[in-house]
């Protein structure tokens, strides 16, 4: 457990070290909405060449990938939900194997107070159609405090008025309660439209839109990039209603997050899971992930992302892995962009680092 609460420590760090340091030079992370509401449904492929992490390369591969996924989350003052899950074929060797439910979840929240709330769901863990597949099915209920907010609408606010800035079009970045106004006509646009939601920015900023100022909100109001603000932390009891080893446990799961956008166009992100058996021997599997977000153009988007994992088991060695995985996603049209993606990793029983990288597309249904 020391290892583990020694990365725990460092994650809490950086994060902590870096929100310190943004914190109160921008407020992104103040933006409230009556309701806070994100539907995503992603059509995505790509080709993927792993260096394996053997000497003799025996296990080096050249994979195909299509996924299907998506992301619907609504969160009012009371009570909350989300869910997300993937399906996905993979092409290896001239086989295609279908899979499905990649670490999704879905939950329901009720908050007693402000930050704290009771909670039900289920998460899947690993990738499989069968339980032979390696797919596990938890379901799970607990409490937990914290909130965890989609602050896109502010973001792509800023990013609006500091464009409108640069063109003239604005003396200087409007006060806090106009940048609201416009960030909730923004978080309306599948209801307004396009067309309506540049009307009531026009209305909020007072001012008239030429066209070199409608033709830069449009390349602001495109961009995929969401952005969330907060943390949560979560206690959670329950049952393997699918379990690959065949063996049907009780569970007990800890899971915390936190993100802060560090400004309009940059967020940091770090997840942390714990879960093991009931009751418990010692074994435990954890994951905890960082991951840095910035919007470098209206028209493309950088990520890198560093992922822990451990797994411990009674009497033998815990399994660890370390991976970085940095990617570029290039928007050719309003919902198509291309990915371009390295990756590298390092653990337990490696003769030598794992790399690889993959280009693929992704293509935005709704």
């Known amino acids: 457990m020391r290892n583990t609460a020694r990365v725990l420590a460092v994650l809490l760090f950086v994060v902590g070290g870096v929100a310190t340091s943004a914190w109160g030079q921008f407020y992104v992370c103040d933006y409230v909405a ?9 059509l995505s492929g790509d080709y993927r ?5 053997y000497l003799n390369d025996a296990e080096n591969l050249n994979v195909g990938r299509l996924a299907l996924e998506g992301l619907a989350w609504v969160e009012r003052p009371g009570w909350s939900y989300n869910l997300d899950a993937s399906v996905q074929a993979v092409f290896q060797d ?6 499905a439910g990649v670490e999704g979840d879905g939950s329901a929240r009720k908050y007693l107070t402000e930050k704290v709330f009771a909670f039900g769901g289920i ?11 390696g797919l596990t099915l938890n379901v799970l209920g607990g409490l937990g405090i914290g909130r965890f907010v989609n602050v896109t609408p502010l973001a792509q606010a800023l990013q609006a008025a500091e464009a409108l800035v640069e063109l003239g079009t604005l003396a200087e970045v409007p006060s806090e309660d106009v940048l609201q106004r416009v960030a909730e006509a923004i978080g309306r646009e599948r209801e307004l439209g396009p067309a309506g939601v540049l009307e009531e920015i026009e209305a909020a900023l007072g001012v008239q839109l030429d066209v070199a100022a409608v033709l830069a909100l449009q390349d602001v109001l495109r961009s995929e990039a969401t952005r969330f603000c907060g943390w949560d932390a ?16 009780a569970v007990l799961r800890l899971r915390a997050n936190y993100a802060t956008a560090l400004d309009a166009a940059s967020q940091l992100l770090a997840r942390a899971r714990w879960q093991a058996a009931l009751p418990y021997t010692g074994a435990y599997l954890l994951r905890a992930t960082v991951s840095y977000d910035r919007t470098l153009s209206p028209t493309a988007d950088l990520t890198a992302t560093y992922a822990y994992s451990r ?3 009674p009497e033998l060695e815990a399994e660890q892995t370390h991976a970085l995985n940095v990617g570029v996603s290039l928007a050719l049209q309003a919902n198509l962009s291309v990915l371009l ?11 030598e680092p794992e790399w690889g990288f993959s280009v693929g597309f992704e293509y935005d249904l709704f």
Not at 49 to 53: A, L, P
Not at 94 to 99: R, T, V
């Open 234 to 249: 979560t206690v959670a009891v329950g049952y393997e209603l699918v379990d690959p080893t065949g063996a049907n446990n």
């Open 49 to 53: 060449y792993f260096e394996d992490r």
């Open 123 to 133: 998460d899947t863990f690993g990738l499989g159609l069968l339980p032979d597949t």
């Open 311 to 313: 797994l411990n088991l």
């Open 341 to 351: 993606q390295a990756q590298a990793g390092w653990g337990t029983g490696f003769e």
């Open 34 to 42: 009556p309701e806070n509401r994100l539907t995503v449904l992603t």
């Open 94 to 99: 001239g086989e295609i194997a279908l899979g």
